[in-house]
């Protein structure tokens, strides 16, 4: 069974960075043609996904939040993590990590199986 676990600041301050850490177990982060994903839900809206990296190390972000984003991971820990900088309060949301299933054309193809239980993250002075 596979498990997500999402750990890092409840509260941040404006203009600051963001980095939040998903550790994976019961599976390994570079296993064939899964791509591990972070994705949000602020107040009143839907999900929004952020970017995932890929089972081979390559990333790919959402366009509206590409410029201040990045997804790295670490294979030793079985960990990926998400940062995003020059924070707003419109940043404010639940922070989940999810896997998808999928083929190097279609990442998402077989949509997402796993997710983490999510944590709040609030952006405020």
């Known amino acids: 069974q596979v498990q997500l676990q999402e750990s890092g600041p409840g509260l941040v301050k404006p203009s600051q960075t963001l980095s939040l850490t998903c550790t994976v177990s019961g599976g390994s982060i570079d296993a064939n043609f899964f791509y591990w994903s972070w994705i949000r839900q602020s107040p009143g809206k839907g999900l929004e996904w952020i970017g995932h990296i890929t089972y081979y190390g390559t990333t790919a972000y959402n366009p509206t939040l590409k410029t201040h984003s990045s997804i790295s991971r670490d294979t030793s820990r079985n960990q990926f993590t998400l940062q995003l900088s020059s924070l707003t309060p419109e940043d404010t949301a639940v922070y989940y990590c999810?896997?998808?299933?999928?083929?190097?054309?279609?990442?998402?193809?077989?949509?997402?199986?796993?997710w983490g239980q999510g944590t709040q993250v609030t952006v405020s002075s």
């Open positions: 999810a896997r998808e299933a999928g083929t190097d054309a279609e990442p998402g193809y077989y949509g997402m199986d796993y």
